[in-house]
């Protein structure tokens, strides 16, 4: 569940607020239904199961939002990742939107520039966006997010399109999933990098990382690099959790992570 739990955290984050674990009531639709989201978010029951163990040793004191951040961090260190320190304190929101979540969360159809704004719009850089992307290194997409490429873009080596293809027909299988890594596809290393740098990128938006421009150079630094992608990587996921929290009196602590209480 590693790279299910890191991108639970990632488009809550985009507001570190347990948003996105809100089902939907009649007064709002929640994120889960946004189109990121729907079919593909997974591992609420594994937050459900802290929330659980967690109300029971300490009642009404560790939000929901901090529990996706810390999970993220833990599924990262599990795969054989960096660490870092979650800051804690965050409040659970008591409202979701799936607008906010459709127009925020970068899509794996974008090119370049507008890849390097939806992360601008949030106050990364270039380089932390390219380091954030390496959690690509684990994990699996859905064909129909990759079919395009595969089929249709030359900038992707031959023998990788065809051994992903029996997995993505051109028509169909829509939901069938290949790794985002395929040479270390679970663990979490910088290879992600080095296919990149080898067209190996299972996503247009992958791909577009290492495709000419300006972000070429941080590619092969983090494909020579692990000890950089780690360090950068742990500083980004650090402002990433930091994305305008509630705090304070804001928001409250779900006992339920999936309703307000």
């Given at each position: 569940m590693g790279a299910s739990l890191l991108r639970l955290h990632f488009h809550d984050c985009f507001g570190c607020d347990a948003s996105v674990l809100l089902d939907d009531t009649s007064s709002f639709t929640g994120e889960k239904s946004a189109g990121a989201n729907v079919n593909s978010l997974r591992g609420f029951d594994v937050i459900d199961d802290i929330k659980t163990q967690v109300e029971?040793?300490?009642?009404?004191?560790?939000?929901?939002?901090?529990?996706?951040?810390?999970?993220?961090r833990d599924a990262v260190v599990a795969l054989g990742g960096p660490s870092w320190n979650v800051g804690l304190g965050r409040r659970d929101?008591?409202?979701?939107?799936?607008?906010?979540?459709?127009?925020?969360i970068p899509s794996p159809l974008m090119d370049l520039n507008d890849l390097i704004s939806a992360f601008a719009n949030k106050g990364f850089n270039t380089k932390e966006m390219v380091a954030l992307s390496g959690a690509h290194?684990?994990?699996?997409?859905?064909?129909?997010?990759?079919?395009g490429r595969i089929y249709n873009e030359t900038n992707i080596e031959s023998n990788f399109a065809t051994s992903v293809k029996p997995k993505c027909p051109s028509t169909?299988?829509?939901?069938?999933?290949?790794?985002?890594?395929?040479t270390t596809n679970v663990i979490f290393d910088n290879a992600y990098f080095k296919n990149l740098v080898n067209q190996?990128?299972?996503l247009h938006s992958d791909q577009q990382l290492y495709s000419g421009g300006s972000t070429d150079t941080h590619v092969t630094t983090y494909s020579n690099n692990p000890t950089t992608f780690y360090?950068?990587?742990?500083?980004?996921?650090?402002?990433?959790g930091n994305l305008s929290p509630l705090t304070g009196?804001?928001?409250?602590?779900?006992t339920n992570c999936h309703k307000v209480n």
């Open positions: 029971n040793a300490c009642p009404g004191v560790v939000s929901c939002a901090d529990i996706l951040a810390i999970a993220a929101s008591t409202t979701a939107s799936k607008d906010d979540a459709t127009k925020d290194t684990t994990g699996q997409a859905r064909c129909q997010l990759f079919r169909g299988g829509d939901s069938n999933l290949s790794p985002l890594d395929i190996k990128g299972l360090a950068d990587f742990a500083s980004a996921m650090v402002k990433m009196k804001s928001g409250q602590i779900r």
